[in-house]
């Protein structure tokens, strides 16, 4: 089997079991808190989104760190120091006994955080380049099924060997991912000749990094993609409850309406990744912009579970070619041994997303409603996809099939 091939395999299950790690919490999170001896409503739900979130503050402000790091010390270095950190801070949130300690764990685990930008550089730089979309796309989809299954595991988890026993598992199988990394990934990184380059700070990094004005439009795009569809992620309870009625399955259509977009997004993503191999990573992100954007707008439209649900569907299939068109063409206009730290801004742009999504969504819907918030989210994508549209315009290492896309 190609070298790159194993890379990708190895990474596509460490990329699940991190996102499913991050994510295996949600649904018993609140009642984690309560068994710490918290029982206020108000104190529970603050606790579990200052919990949650504290995760994806951490993790924006230290991803560009890492990302110089892996360019100066190589990328296999960065993945397995943060797939072995993350294991042992997943098993230590199994000793947490106060919401503070899993607070603080929860911010540990994102400062060491950045598995998934160092497998993405790797991936990037030990893959061939007409094989480059298939392989980013491969790669998401391990990402995204983690986070659909990593609540669906946690649930099921919960129910049959309580709380604390999850997060040891967890972490030993990140450990086993990383022991796999270990052995079995290989990276083409040259030590020498990166030694022999200029330091270079995080600021002057991203100075250098944006003055090529197609890198800060494509990490836009991750920005608004986690946006859109984190605005009205917490909302969609209350949305499907206001389409089916406080009926029985209420809570199994909720879950169903949720995980849809997460399901055809896997589905989609090497999909859409081999189509960029043979049309041109641009075409593929401009169609799935648009494409993204529209698909919000039947949302704002619905009547009942079923039509939600479609959209949703829909919605994961044209975002399943967001991502890897985004990361290919990254590696593609990002001057060679700034690989890493060009992803890294990537990834802080995603945390950013994360975390500006649900709050600014749950802020707003209070004048806009839901249905107004998916208006706006197409709005953004319209927005984005013209911003996109104008700076890859004839830009640079560009491949023929790119150029073609854009005349």
Known sequence: MARWRINLIVLWFGNFLVMGGMT??????PLYIQEMGIHDPKQVATW???????????????????????????????????GFGMAIVMTLMGLAFTPWHLFLLRMLNGVISGFVPAAVALMSASTPKDR?????????????????????????????IGFRPIFYITGGLLFVASLLAAFLVKDTFDAARAQKQPS?????????????????????????????????????????????????????????VGSVTGFSNMIASPLLGRLGDKLGSQRVLA?????????????????????????????????????PSVQTLIRKFTPDGMESRSYSFNSSALSLGNMM?????????????????????????????????????GGQRSSPGDRKALS
Do not use: C
């Open 357 to 393: 999504g649900p709050v600014i969504g749950g802020a707003v819907s209070g004048w806009i409603g839901i249905r107004g918030i998916f208006i706006v989210a197409s709005v953004l994508l319209i927005l984005n996809a013209l911003w996109v549209r104008r700076s890859l315009y």
């Open 24 to 29: 295996m919490i949600v649904p018993f999170l």
């Open 48 to 82: 579990a989104g200052v919990i949650f979130a504290g995760n994806f503050v951490t993790s924006f402000l230290f991803q560009p760190i890492w990302g110089g790091l892996a360019d100066r010390y190589g990328r296999k270095v960065m993945l397995l120091r943060s």
């Open 287 to 323: 169609i799935s912009l648009i494409g993204a954007a529209l698909a919000f707008i039947p949302q704002a439209m619905v009547h009942n579970i079923w039509q939600l649900f479609a959209s949703r569907f829909l919605l994961g299939v044209f975002m399943g070619g967001l991502l």
């Open 200 to 256: 270079k700070s995080i600021l002057s990094s991203f100075k250098e990094l944006s003055q090529i004005k197609q890198l800060p439009s494509l990490y836009s795009v991750t920005f608004v993609i986690q946006f859109a569809i984190l605005s009205s992620m917490p909302l969609i309870p209350l949305f499907v409850q206001e389409l089916h009625g406080s009926g029985e399955l209420l809570a199994f259509y909720a879950g169903l």
């Open 132 to 160: 480059m979309g298939v392989a980013m796309g491969t790669l998401q989809s391990g990402g995204v099924a983690g986070s659909i299954l990593g609540p669906l595991f946690g649930g099921v988890l919960a129910e049959w």
